[in-house]
């Protein structure tokens, strides 16, 4: 078994790696999550294939981690930016699961971030940010003698250009797109050349090439076309290799092909379509798989800490004694007396987490049968919650024992995400028995929710992976969402309704409800039914296993791409020397067919002989 093969050093590049009760870490979305727990993961996966795999995860240093706790490392990196030279510091810490992080600071770019401010709002401010630190982590990664490099998301797409052909010819990029949504576009200044050299690009061979979309920087286009043109992978976190489902199909689907698609599904023409594109053809035309992200045994109901007495009890004890996990003094007692861990042989503890939360949510005993609608997330565009809304008073003439719970807040400066809560606030002074919202993020109350809870309400806008799903699920807490992205996943044990007019919300609210109806119809009439769907999402397989062994014969097929590339580049030479006094003859004559009779190999052979023209050739 060659080097490569049975030892590979992985670089895995992200600006978020989760590990926040570490205090050295931040998870703002999902990719947090994932970088968390993939790396161990990965570790545990090669293993079992007899590879010696060593990571290092490249992150930012941001300013509220106490860097006394992290190993400075004897390196000083270079960066430039807007024709000033300065350098970044780097740290290293190794957890207690053996993964390695390496942490990049500069004082001047990072010393206004924070545990919830890690991007910054103004465009020229993020990319002169992410320049600077794809730079520090481009100049370390040359120094280390990385077999593979894994970028995840637009923040480190940078790194490649940073690192140069010279690198790339010889060491595999691979990059995981978590949310195309979001693809690092910014204005121009002064020009599409001029832009690039404030970061310390050469834009005129650069711009047009990578980077310019519709009179502005992508930098996500920019490191797909520069990943995909040195033979490595483009993955996102849903799907399966060939992109037939998933995210990974979802990218590739035009605006044509969205909206013929709402057409069939309203019989009438569609008012707007969301693309998950957005509009970067991109994705139409180069090969994006999907790799669905899985999940830790740790969300499982027998293993999940926040319903361990003894997890709760020493969360209280760092919060204080005036500052309680949960509001009503009963299921504080309760939870903190004893575990409430279950599995499918023991529901009835579920049942118990039921009545708790309700007693926490309304503060009183359930009363007959009650169903407990719930919602976790943010209160953003893309989790459309504000479709619960919509929803209410119609599901409650429907089914009077339905009762919702939702745990939801908007990021500052969101109008639509703050709209909601208002609305939300304004539906709880209503229903004050029947209908309660809180805004503020508690983890073990956001865990009770979902353990107690009947139904999780996910009518998402879009989702490339979806955790919240997987998190439902395994509780035991039936999804009712829109079937998006990785939502689908779940399909065998959810309710999943259609809809991709989102001008018309008065028609998707309608779908939704359909959805509920459905669920609530099953739930009151076939209990078994019922009962064999809750069963059917607990036993749901979330493991980490077929996704880390795919990552891993990524790194390998990484690899061997750069073996046949290296083959390709020898057979041309040795050709090209073999011409010898001719060479000026066949380029003049050789003249490769354009488009579908086009071969790329004579491309290559054309490309090299051009390189390699005399000087004094005329022709």
């Known amino acids: 078994m060659s080097m490569e093969k049975d030892k590979l050093r992985i670089a895995i590049a992200a600006w978020e790696i989760g590990r926040v009760e570490s205090g050295l870490g931040v998870k703002i979305g999902g990719l947090g999550t994932i970088l968390e727990e993939l790396p161990p993961e990965l570790v545990k996966a090669a293993s079992r294939r007899g590879i010696q795999l060593e990571i290092e995860i490249l992150t930012p240093c941001f300013a509220h981690y106490d860097k006394k706790r992290l190993r400075k490392l004897p390196l000083s990196l270079p960066a430039r930016l807007l024709d000033v030279d300065f350098t970044f510091d780097a740290y290293e810490h190794v957890f207690p699961d053996g993964q390695k992080v390496v942490y990049f600071w500069d004082n001047l770019q990072l010393s206004w971030t924070g545990p919830a401010a890690v991007y910054p709002d103004d465009p020229q401010m993020a990319v002169l940010l992410y320049a600077s630190v794809c730079q520090a982590m481009a100049a370390y990664i040359n120094q280390r003698g990385f077999h593979t490099i894994h970028l995840h998301d637009y923040h480190v797409g940078l790194i490649p250009f940073y690192l140069g052909d010279e690198y790339l010819k010889n060491v ?22 001029n832009s690039l050299q404030r970061i310390n690009l050469p834009g005129e061979p650069l711009f047009h090439k990578y980077f310019d979309f519709f009179d502005n920087l992508n930098l996500m286009k920019a490191c797909m076309l520069k990943v995909h043109q040195n033979g490595g992978k483009i993955t996102t976190v849903s799907g399966d290799l060939e992109g037939t489902w998933g995210y990974a199909a979802e990218l590739r689907m035009s605006h044509r092909e969205i909206w013929e698609i709402a057409l069939a599904q309203k019989g009438s023409p569609p008012g707007e379509v969301f693309v998950p594109n957005r509009h970067l053809e991109l994705f139409e035309k180069l090969p994006v798989a999907g790799i669905t992200n899985g999940m830790s045994d740790l969300n499982r109901p027998e293993n999940l800490p926040e319903l361990k007495a003894d997890v709760l009890r020493g969360m209280q004890e760092r919060r204080g004694l005036h500052n309680p996990l949960f509001s009503n003094p009963v299921t504080q007692l309760e939870m903190l007396r004893k575990d409430h861990t279950f599995d499918a042989l023991r529901l009835d503890v579920k049942a118990q987490l039921k009545r708790l939360l309700h007693l926490e949510a309304f503060n009183d005993e359930p009363q007959g049968e009650v169903i407990l609608m719930t919602a976790v997330g943010r209160l953003v565009a893309q989790k459309n919650l504000r479709l619960v ?45 029947r209908f309660r919202f809180l805004n503020v993020f508690n983890q073990p109350l956001s865990r009770l929710i979902l353990a107690g809870g009947d139904f999780s309400l996910i009518p998402s806008r879009f989702e490339p992976c979806g955790l919240v799903d997987y998190e439902s699920s395994l509780l035991g807490n039936v999804v009712i969402g829109r079937a998006t992205g990785g939502l689908t996943k779940v399909r065998h044990c959810a309710y999943l309704y259609e809809w991709q007019d989102i001008g018309d919300p008065a028609g998707e609210a309608r779908a939704f409800l359909g959805a509920v109806i459905t669920a609530l119809d099953i739930y009151r009439n076939h209990p078994e039914r019922h009962k064999e769907m809750v069963l ?58 354009l488009k579908e009779y086009g071969d790329q190999y004579d491309w290559c052979l054309k490309e090299a002989m051009e390189r390699r023209k005399r000087p004094s050739s005329t022709h």
């Open 172 to 193: 595999p990029i691979h990059f995981t797109i978590h949310n195309a949504t979001y693809q690092g576009i910014v204005p121009l200044i002064g020009g599409g050349y």
């Open 536 to 593: 059917k999402a607990m036993a749901t397989d979330v493991s980490w296993d077929k996704s880390a062994d795919q990552y891993l014969d990524m790194y390998r097929y990484g690899l061997l791409v750069k073996r046949w590339h290296w083959g390709r580049r020898h057979l041309i030479d040795a050709f090209l020397g073999f011409l010898g006094d001719e060479l000026e003859m066949v380029n003049r004559f050789f003249v490769p067919g």
């Open 389 to 433: 809304a919509d929803i209410l008073q119609a599901t409650f003439a429907y089914a009077p024992e339905v009762k919702f719970v939702i745990l939801a807040s908007a990021p500052p400066g969101d109008p639509v995400g703050k709209a909601t809560e208002e609305e939300f606030w304004r539906l709880a002074g209503l229903y004050p028995h």
